[in-house]
């Protein structure tokens, strides 16, 4: 069956029911992004389509970093490749259905940050994300309540814009629909998938 | 004619299951009313010496009435043995007292737990299990029921409290509270991924008031299990120290608590299958979560009594070598 699919920008996000950090320390800028597909998908989980998207807007401004793995057992990957950057919305042990990944964005061409496990955690402390900005990172993205939608955090205004417009260009390019909503619209459109 | 009787006040003795059950703390004085044929006094014999020492102290204690005698006990060793009057020191026994030490009553072959005996950590440990074991659903192709998520999860942990989920954590499904994009209210739903085919549940399903008094059993179950799988190891523990055979005790302890897993998984598996006929979801966690507890229970009692038994006869059993020989 085929599906019909929108995707959202939301930039006066301030719900705390998302589960996104919203209290961000000066100097970081945020959006949140959302997506409705009809019929809706019996699983959880990032439609794939989406995540393709979303893979192929973040490489195309950011190396993109996320952990990968088992217990201690895991790794950083580090891509600047669409396709093995949308594992990080798959990936089995850091689990974005339950909030368990952490997507790390930095310059492109330049060396990898140093991450050790301690800063996924800090990754959802929007205090410490200054921490992040020492190590070279310039952006995260962060899985929202259910997984249902993503929060991009920018150490910048201009690489948040970059971000969304590169996004706007792959939904574009893909025929999907795009449209920059108010929270109180998002509610609304998502509410409107199971009607 | 004679007989031995429980003096009505007596400290120290019970009498249960036609056994005079004796304090190992306190000294216990029983009776013995009677003589012989023509009235002569019985002489008193003990058939096994290394249990208890006696003596007639009738002559130093107040008069209880006509042929009654007073014979005070005195525990030497945990057992059993039988206290007999007879005519003569080698006469035919006229009486017969069966006497057993507190802590090791048995009974025509059957060992009863002792009122004094310290308790195991059966039930604490049966119902700890259930809060950390994986407790597998046949016919879901791996997925089991457990308490926590098997991925990483930021600081303050995830929103659901109760997963049905693969060793990878890759196929779940988990009841969770907080925002429900799809009915957008914050309610207790299901969101799964890869189990719809053995479930039929859809992600963010509802799930009703049952689902609600789920999550808040396993929220508290989750924290409150591990709090009784210490105490379980703290009274089995303590039932180690201070029993008179800590390697006996060891032994059971040991077998019960392998028991226990066996059980659990097993009687667990068969409940989360019945209750999944009767409601998938809801009723594959209620099922496996009560049969790991009542399996656990059933496997650590029938573990610890079986290996107390096998410890006895391993103990009591001689193995004498085959004698060596030139010819095949």
Same mark, same amino acid.
Request: aromatic share 8%; glycine share 12%.
């Given at each position: 069956m085929a599906h019909a699919l929108e995707v959202f920008v939301c930039l006066d996000q301030e719900d705390s029911r998302w589960e996104l !950090?919203?209290?961000?320390?000066?100097g970081v800028f945020r959006c949140m992004v959302a997506w409705r597909m009809v !019929?809706?998908?019996?699983?959880?989980?990032? !439609?794939e389509d989406v995540s393709r998207l979303m893979a192929r807007a973040l490489v195309s401004h950011a190396l993109v970093t996320f952990p990968n793995g088992r217990g201690n057992k895991f790794t950083f990957i580090h891509t600047d490749q669409a396709e093995e950057a949308q594992r990080a919305f798959d990936a089995e042990y850091f689990d974005w259905t339950q909030r368990g990944q952490a997507i790390f964005l930095s310059p492109l061409k330049s060396s990898p940050p140093a991450l050790l496990k301690r800063h996924i955690d800090i990754a959802f402390k929007p205090e410490k994300f200054v921490e992040l900005a020492e190590l070279g990172v310039k952006g995260l993205t962060l899985p929202g309540v259910d997984g249902d939608v993503a929060g991009i955090y920018t150490f910048g205004d201009g690489f948040r814009n970059e971000v969304i417009n590169a996004l706007r260009h792959e939904c574009e390019r893909a025929a999907v629909g795009f449209r920059n909503v108010t929270e109180k619209d998002l509610i609304h459109e998502l509410g409107a998938v199971s009607n | 004619m004679a007989d031995f009787r429980v003096i009505p006040g %007596? %400290? @120290?003795?019970h009498y249960i299951d036609s056994t005079f059950v004796i304090s190992r703390q306190v000294a216990s004085d029983i009776a013995l009313w009677g003589g012989g044929p023509r009235g002569e006094d019985l002489t008193l014999a003990v058939l096994d010496p290394d249990v208890i020492n006696f003596f007639d102290i009738s002559n130093v204690s107040a008069p209880m009435g006509d042929h009654l005698r007073r014979i005070r006990l005195e525990v030497k060793d945990f057992g059993q043995t039988t206290l007999q009057a007879r005519l003569? *020191?080698? @006469? *035919? +026994?006229w009486a017969d007292a069966a006497i057993a030490v507190e802590g090791t009553v048995m009974v025509q072959g059957v060992m009863h737990r002792a009122h004094d005996a310290p308790v195991d950590g059966s039930i604490p440990a049966a119902l700890g299990l259930a809060s950390v074991i994986r407790i597998p659903v046949p016919g879901t192709n791996g997925l089991a029921i457990e308490l926590s998520p098997r991925g990483w999860t930021p600081k303050?942990? +995830?929103? +659901?409290?109760l997963f049905i989920q693969d060793i990878a954590g890759k196929r779940v499904l988990r009841l969770d509270y907080g925002f429900n994009v799809k009915t957008q209210a914050v309610d207790f739903h299901w969101n799964q991924k890869g189990t719809f085919n053995e479930f039929g549940i859809a992600d963010h399903a509802p799930a009703g008031a049952g689902g609600e008094a789920l999550f808040r059993g396993a929220k508290y179950f989750r924290y409150g299990g591990r709090v009784l799988l210490v105490a379980a190891v703290a009274i089995d523990v303590y039932s180690i120290v201070v029993s008179s055979n800590p390697l006996r005790r060891s032994t059971q302890v040991v077998a019960g608590w392998v028991g226990a897993w066996a059980g659990c998984k097993a009687v667990g598996a068969g409940g989360a299958y019945v209750g999944t006929l009767a409601e998938p979801g809801l009723g594959t966690a209620i099922g496996g979560l009560v049969g790991c507890a009542v399996g656990g229970f059933i496997g650590y009692e029938t573990a610890s009594a079986g290996a107390g038994r096998a410890y006895d006869w391993a103990e009591n059993t001689i193995f004498t070598p085959v004698p060596a020989s030139d010819t095949p």
């Amino acid at each position: 069956m085929a599906h019909a699919l929108e995707v959202f920008v939301c930039l006066d996000q301030e719900d705390s029911r998302w589960e996104l !950090p919203v209290a961000t320390m000066a100097g970081v800028f945020r959006c949140m992004v959302a997506w409705r597909m009809v !019929p809706s998908p019996l699983d959880a989980g990032v !439609p794939e389509d989406v995540s393709r998207l979303m893979a192929r807007a973040l490489v195309s401004h950011a190396l993109v970093t996320f952990p990968n793995g088992r217990g201690n057992k895991f790794t950083f990957i580090h891509t600047d490749q669409a396709e093995e950057a949308q594992r990080a919305f798959d990936a089995e042990y850091f689990d974005w259905t339950q909030r368990g990944q952490a997507i790390f964005l930095s310059p492109l061409k330049s060396s990898p940050p140093a991450l050790l496990k301690r800063h996924i955690d800090i990754a959802f402390k929007p205090e410490k994300f200054v921490e992040l900005a020492e190590l070279g990172v310039k952006g995260l993205t962060l899985p929202g309540v259910d997984g249902d939608v993503a929060g991009i955090y920018t150490f910048g205004d201009g690489f948040r814009n970059e971000v969304i417009n590169a996004l706007r260009h792959e939904c574009e390019r893909a025929a999907v629909g795009f449209r920059n909503v108010t929270e109180k619209d998002l509610i609304h459109e998502l509410g409107a998938v199971s009607n | 004619m004679a007989d031995f009787r429980v003096i009505p006040g %007596a %400290a @120290g003795v019970h009498y249960i299951d036609s056994t005079f059950v004796i304090s190992r703390q306190v000294a216990s004085d029983i009776a013995l009313w009677g003589g012989g044929p023509r009235g002569e006094d019985l002489t008193l014999a003990v058939l096994d010496p290394d249990v208890i020492n006696f003596f007639d102290i009738s002559n130093v204690s107040a008069p209880m009435g006509d042929h009654l005698r007073r014979i005070r006990l005195e525990v030497k060793d945990f057992g059993q043995t039988t206290l007999q009057a007879r005519l003569g *020191p080698n @006469g *035919p +026994s006229w009486a017969d007292a069966a006497i057993a030490v507190e802590g090791t009553v048995m009974v025509q072959g059957v060992m009863h737990r002792a009122h004094d005996a310290p308790v195991d950590g059966s039930i604490p440990a049966a119902l700890g299990l259930a809060s950390v074991i994986r407790i597998p659903v046949p016919g879901t192709n791996g997925l089991a029921i457990e308490l926590s998520p098997r991925g990483w999860t930021p600081k303050g942990g +995830s929103t +659901s409290r109760l997963f049905i989920q693969d060793i990878a954590g890759k196929r779940v499904l988990r009841l969770d509270y907080g925002f429900n994009v799809k009915t957008q209210a914050v309610d207790f739903h299901w969101n799964q991924k890869g189990t719809f085919n053995e479930f039929g549940i859809a992600d963010h399903a509802p799930a009703g008031a049952g689902g609600e008094a789920l999550f808040r059993g396993a929220k508290y179950f989750r924290y409150g299990g591990r709090v009784l799988l210490v105490a379980a190891v703290a009274i089995d523990v303590y039932s180690i120290v201070v029993s008179s055979n800590p390697l006996r005790r060891s032994t059971q302890v040991v077998a019960g608590w392998v028991g226990a897993w066996a059980g659990c998984k097993a009687v667990g598996a068969g409940g989360a299958y019945v209750g999944t006929l009767a409601e998938p979801g809801l009723g594959t966690a209620i099922g496996g979560l009560v049969g790991c507890a009542v399996g656990g229970f059933i496997g650590y009692e029938t573990a610890s009594a079986g290996a107390g038994r096998a410890y006895d006869w391993a103990e009591n059993t001689i193995f004498t070598p085959v004698p060596a020989s030139d010819t095949p």
